[in-house]
């Protein structure tokens, strides 16, 4: 079967959208979320979506499949929050495991159906590393500003229980995303490599930081240089951006970060930025016609969505993308 690393000197690929909106669709009642494994749980379970790919395994399993229809080459496993420091929330650190063993097989499973129909265009799996719910560079309490809400090694001891559930469950990659925090994700990282060496393995690693506003900084402080410069020490499949900002707002952090990086990139933006209500407006056609932008310029190798994109905005991403030629990094020049 082809790999990942062929496939992105072919083309553009199509990363998937939200899950969350997705889900919101469906909506879920506590007992749904609950199940009948987790009907007498003492914690509130509505709201923990990654929990669904136990009791609801069949809807995370229609999700993947309506995105690979719609033209995703790879689709994110349902484990954003994974982490047992995410997983406190609902005193279920005991199942980090499964919740990613579990989520990556079932992604896995819809990936080789439509791999097997289509075997020219095989489809992969990443899995989604989220940045918990902790900061391990700023305070939370801004009278104490030396205060550490979590240590280093706390997360990454959190990061590895999830990533080797995810490369037990079939992940055929793994992306540290959102990240609002490089030293977490540099947690996540220092996890990941201690995996690979331990099980003498050699899967790809997707980076996709957060530009949180204007200023062109991630949540911690970073420029786009500094972030991708602590990031780069060690060999990546792609950095990138995503979430936060809409394509139009991004493209500019984008373009810097391409003219900087031996490495493929990627983005999965917003459907532009939140109304007054939270909700986001931009259509699939408009999206669409900000993503080309991109690919006109030649500044991107993996394309998807983040917050409130669909299936019908990755369909209308696949669409473009198809036209134009993937961007060419240095040692593939």
Known sequence: MATIWQEIQKRILVLDGAMGTMLQAYNFSEEDFRGERFKDYPTSLKGNNDLLSLTQPEAIAEIHRKYFEAGADIVETNTFSGTSIAMADYNMEDLVYELNFESAKIAKKVAEEFTKNEPNTPRFIAGSIGPTNKTASMSPDVNDPGYRAITFEQLRASYKVQVEGLVD????LLLVETIFDTLNAKAALFAIE???????????IMVSGTITDASGRTLSGQTVEAFLASVSHIS?????FNCALGADQ??????NLATNTPFFTSTHPNAGLPNAFGEYDQTPAQMKTLIEE???ENIVNIIGGCCGTNPKHIKAIAEVANKYQPRKTPQYV
């Not at 201690?194 to 790809?204: A, C, L």
């Not at 991004?250 to 373009?255: A, G, H, I, R, S």
């Open 169 to 172: 469950g079939g992940a055929d």
């Open 194 to 204: 201690e995996v690979k060496e331990e099980r003498q393995i050699d899967i790809p």
């Open 294 to 296: 991109y690919l006109q």
């Open 250 to 255: 991004l493209k500019p952090y984008l373009k």
């Open 236 to 240: 990546l499949l792609s950095v990138g």
